[in-house]
């Protein structure tokens, strides 16, 4: 698919280049500041104000006095499915899914943990009740994409969707050292999710509740939908020292017609375009640097990157030698990130996905 008149027609300036290894984005985090559950609130969480140093400590309920009229929020509108799964190999030992892609037919790519992996062909009994009998089956395929291919292809015995819903868990980040409760189920979901796909949440969106988006849209703040649904890449630390020799996880996204028409207007008459959490802007830089509205994208930005339609960023903070670090630095600066995430720490904020938010201004070129 091919994208509108809307589609930026050159890149912006790049910055000047300088050589970045995977250690520059480490950083030592103390284990008590990663959020083990939400705020009480989902606007009660703290925001840092990042666009200016040094920043400002607020509370995310003042971010509507903190953007314009005329301003385009863009939000990620992906629905995290049940995704985890356990079950057992016909020999008995255990297993456990975590679906990363629903396909036709009930087949479904995920990964798999297990003591040794079966053979294609074998068929999994998954979510036992208390008798041993299983719910469901799920038959493997094979590997993919492609015969080394990390992730496995499954056909599930029904509907996949039907089954996570019913016998599925909610799929925490691996830091949230809690099982998923009915808080989880509730909170680790944005109150706009309305596609569903993702194994992980768009975190930055999951401090918006009813009354902040009215209070938004009475400051004369617009709102549009992307959608892309987050894959368990997302946390994966990358694990080369050379970034350009990292393989980049692949995820699927949409922009629908209505949004990108919303991105012209607001262009247009001279607003800014807000991104809400990281995947929403690697959604919206994908079609700006392919053209393409809807399909796979293995985007990985790092600093140097030229960004095309992005003004603001409200994000989380993220995990060390992770991607979406090095995402942020390249837009809001390498130094500048750095020091808004010393200041984080040393007045105790929250990290990672229950944690809490800044708000960030595309660096100068």
Known sequence: MTASSSHP??????????????DDFDFALPPELIAQHPAPERSASRLLDGRQCPPTDRVFRELPNLLQA????????TQVI????????PSGGRLELLVERVLADGEVVAHMKVSKKPAAGTVLHMALDDGGQPAFTATLLGRWPDADGPLFRLRFSDDPYALMARHGHVPLP??????DTAEDERRYQTVFAKHPGAVAAPTAALHFDEGILAALQARGVHRASVTLHVGAGT??????????AHRMHSEWYRIPPETLAAVERTRRSGGRIVAVGTTTVRTLESWATSGRTEGDT?????????????DLL???FHLPRSTLLMLVSAFAGYDHIRALYQHAIAQRYRFFSYGDAMLLQRAAR
């Open 9 to 22: 027609s050159a890149p912006a300036p790049a910055q000047t280049r300088r050589s970045y290894t995977v």
């Open 70 to 77: 005329g301003d385009l929020l863009v939000f990620n509108d």
């Open 82 to 89: 049940k995704a985890r799964l356990f079950g057992v190999k």
């Open 174 to 179: 691996p830091y949230i050292a809690h099982a």
């Open 235 to 244: 946390f994966q630390p990358v694990k080369v020292r050379d970034l350009h």
């Open 298 to 310: 293995t985007l990985f930005i790092t600093p140097g990157f030229a960004f095309r339609v992005v």
């Open 314 to 316: 409200i994000t989380n």
